[in-house]
């Protein structure tokens, strides 16, 4: 593995996992966490250090109000990639199609019992761009780029403890320029799409196992960070 991937790859595992429903489980983590965080640069691990300082000084029941708080009452914080650009429309089940069949082609099945989190949670992105497939997984980001920067940008904004996982997240990809930041912009001022339609058929978050038998008889077991059902928009 390239040195450039690995660093993502280490920076991307770590965030998923700080960016996961705080629970005990996710505080037994830690240690690792710290591990992966002591291979990267300073510049690189600094805001990752601080969110789990934070958890790691934080009372859990605090820590689990404080996440309730910031992710499920906040249009801006949410961590469903497409919800930025889609809102709950038909092309937001489009889009979490792709998403899909991007992990579908790299042999990995979301499995119905990690939680029911949608394809495009933030923290199954990570883990799948740093467990599975680098370059397939950095695609998905940078084409959701303009709400992962609002996803930042609102978070440092409102001092969230949780603002330097998307920070690190957003260092590891490319500059952003002219129109992109038009389009991160355009996002804060008119927010996603208006809600019209469910997202079924696209919504469940497990793969047709017939379809992925047939063409990946062989899958990726993706450990997944801690998240919670019933939290989708």
Sequence with gaps: MK?????DAAVWQSAALLLGYPDDRLLGDMPTV????GHLSAAAAEPLHRVAEHLATTPLTDLQTAYVETFDTRRRHNLYLTYFAHGDTRKRGAALLRFKQTYLRAGFALDADDGGELPDHLCVVLEFAATVDHDAGRALLLDHRAGLE???LSLTESRSPWAGAPEAVCSTLPALHGDEWDAVRRLAAEGPPAEEVGLSPYGGPAFDARLHEATHPETTDLPMPVL???AHR
């Design 3 to 7: 040195a450039a991937h690995a660093r």
């Design 34 to 37: 710290h591990r992966i965080l």
């Design 150 to 152: 609002l996803l930042r």
């Design 228 to 230: 919670r059902q019933g």
